[in-house]
Structure formats: structure tokens, C-alpha cells
Nanobody, 123 residues
Framework: QVQVVESGGGLVQAGGSLRLSCTVSGLTFNFYGMGWFRQAPGKEREGVSY????????YYADSVKGRFTISRDNAKRTLYLQMNSLKPDDTAMYYC????????????????WGQGTQVTVSS
């Protein structure tokens, strides 16, 4: 059974930093590209970042480019998202998921979702 568990969220002031983690079990982690998504109240879930199975390729949404860094440690079966210079607009539930083919920023291209970790940025 596949389990995906996000952690590392919290409350931070604007300009601060957080590091999210996502630990995966029950699948061959290094077979999958992985993505981070986020969903704010009343909004659609949006793709934030993608990383290829061995980390050689990464993509970012324009809204986070230059501020967020995605990485992975395949030995630890863990995905990371380093978030710097946080803004109130970054407030959302953050999810990770395994890429199953298709557009890297489209929700339907992913499966094996976690329950999410809440990030709240105060102004």
C-alpha cells in the first residue's frame, strides 16, 4: 500500500522560510517524478514544482520561481520543498504526489497524494 506523508508546514511571517518534506513508502520512489501542489481556500489545486526521478530536471511555477527549490533524496525516499521569501499569497495546503505522465503542473497527471501540510504566511 502506497503511503505519502507531508510535513514541515507551519505559521511564518512574510519573508521567512520553511522546508517541507514528503516521505513515500510502498512504491519504487526513484521510478517516479514527483511534484508539489498547493491549494488555497476557495481555489483550485495548482502545481508548484516538479522534479524528475533522479533530480536532474526541475520545473517551477512562475509564482515561486527564484524563491522555492525542489529536491529529493532517493535513499531516504523523501521529497523536499525549500521555500524562501514567503509571501501571504503562498498560504495554502501543500501536497506532494507521484507523476504518472502528462503535464507536470496538471493535477490529473499525478496519483498517490498525501494529506497535505498547511503553510500560513502572515503579513
Amino acid at each position: 500500500q502506497v503511503q505519502v506523508v507531508e510535513s514541515g508546514g507551519g505559521l511564518v511571517q512574510a519573508g521567512g522560510s520553511l522546508r517541507l518534506s514528503c516521505t513515500v513508502s510502498g512504491l519504487t520512489f526513484n521510478f517516479y517524478g514527483m511534484g508539489w501542489f498547493r491549494q488555497a481556500p476557495g481555489k483550485e489545486r495548482e502545481g508548484v514544482s516538479y522534479i524528475s526521478p533522479y533530480g536532474g530536471t526541475t520545473y517551477y511555477a512562475d509564482s515561486v520561481k527564484g524563491r522555492f527549490t525542489i529536491s529529493r533524496d532517493n535513499a531516504k525516499r523523501t521529497l523536499y520543498l525549500q521555500m524562501n521569501s514567503l509571501k501571504p499569497d503562498d498560504t495554502a495546503m501543500y501536497y506532494c504526489a507521484a507523476h504518472n505522465g502528462g503535464n507536470y503542473f496538471q493535477r490529473s497527471s499525478y496519483n498517490y497524494w498525501g494529506q497535505g501540510t498547511q503553510v500560513t504566511v502572515s503579513s
